[in-house]
């Protein structure tokens, strides 16, 4: 193997530079990875003490993008801040508009709601994002 000359170690750092501005995210600087630019629907809340799975429709969503995090309870939409630290997630108070819904529909919307503003950590998986109370509960 030859060494690099010149030319080819400037070529080098160029594009490694290039690269790691394009990929922010390998750094570790992002403490919110995982968790944000992915729209989650939910699939179990838990309400009454024990975990319920969800209904399939309508779909109950969230989205986590630069400190606020949105999406539908399954009858109104909701929005709010949110802060993270590691993995520990703070969500700020929620705002959602007052639409009436099936009483099924409301009783979710609004536990899952709660569960949201209970929240204390969260942990992403492949395809799956789990959040849990300050106790490490699993809410949603």
């Known amino acids: 193997m030859k ?3 010149k ?21 570790g600087d992002d403490e919110a990875q995982g968790l944000e630019g992915t729209k989650w629907v939910l699939t179990a ?4 003490g024990s975990i319920q799975e969800a209904l399939p429709t309508p779909p109950v969503e969230a989205t986590f ?10 009858c109104n ?4 801040s949110y802060q993270v630290d590691g993995h520990k997630l703070f969500i700020g108070l929620l705002a959602s508009t007052q639409r009436a819904c099936e009483p099924a ?3 979710q919307e609004t536990a899952y709601l709660k569960a949201l503003q209970s929240a204390g950590s969260y942990e ?3 395809s ?3 959040i849990k109370d300050t106790s490490g509960a699993i809410v949603l």
């Not at 993008?65 to 399954?74: C, K, Q, S």
């Not at 939409?77 to 709010?80: A, H, K, L, N, R």
């Open 124 to 126: 992403t998986g492949a």
């Open 65 to 74: 993008a630069g400190g606020r995090v949105n999406g539908t309870g399954g």
């Open 77 to 80: 939409q909701y929005s709010g």
């Open 7 to 27: 030319p080819s170690f400037i070529a080098g750092l160029i594009f490694c530079g290039a690269l790691m501005m394009a990929v922010p995210a390998c750094g």
């Open 3 to 5: 060494p690099l000359g």
């Open 105 to 107: 529909i409301m009783d």
């Open 45 to 48: 809340y838990q309400a009454d």
């Open 128 to 130: 799956t994002l789990t």
